[in-house]
């Protein structure tokens, strides 16, 4: 079988929230359980000229539902960025989830050569469904999990590399 559009966007983009919405579960369980505040998660940051934690959150929703509505043509649903809690932020996800799934396979029909053009304050570029999805989305997307996932351990937070792989079946050997 060949690797669709499909298949390198949705069940990917499911995954990776997935892997999210659990960062967020053990963000809350590790300020319930050491009565830290939530602010000191949710508002740190990595180093001072990179967004905090609730704007990771909100890239990677942004990144995986502007992707697959770029390439299927498909409206994606506008969210205000006004979140400041862990609730709030699990609400994003479980929101962006529930639009990703929502995209059937056929939508993806003829789209490989859909031209996208990104917009930047001061530059653009042109391309086709392919190269934006493995060259700009995908990463973009990673960039912003594994982000996520670093905050978190930055902050005390325990999560390793099998939390960031997420969830897939194991076979008994």
């Known amino acids: 079988m060949s690797i669709t559009l499909y298949r390198a966007t949705i069940p990917v983009y499911l995954r990776g929230l997935t892997v999210m919405a659990d960062y967020i579960n053990k ?8 009565s830290a505040d939530p602010d000191s998660i949710l508002k740190a940051r990595l180093a001072p000229d990179m967004l905090d934690f609730v704007a990771q959150v909100q890239r990677v929703s942004d ?29 994003r996800i479980a929101n962006t989830e529930a639009f990703i799934a929502g995209i059937l396979e056929d939508r993806f029909d003829g789209a490989q050569s859909r031209q996208i053009t990104l917009k930047f304050k001061t530059q653009q570029t042109t391309m086709d469904a392919v190269d934006y999805l493995f060259k700009f989305a995908l990463p973009n997307f990673y960039f912003h999990v594994t982000t996520t996932h670093d905050l978190l351990r930055a902050q005390g937070v325990e999560v390793g590399k099998m939390d960031y792989l997420g969830p897939f079946e194991m076979q008994p050997v």
Do not use: N
């Not at 963000?27 to 050491?34: D, F, K, V």
């Not at 995986?64 to 932020?89: M, N, Y």
């Open 27 to 34: 963000a809350r369980a590790h300020c319930e359980a050491t």
């Open 63 to 91: 990144t995986a539902k502007f992707a697959v509505s770029r390439i299927t043509g498909v409206e994606s649903p506008k969210f205000e960025d006004t979140e400041t809690t862990f609730d709030q932020l699990r609400d």
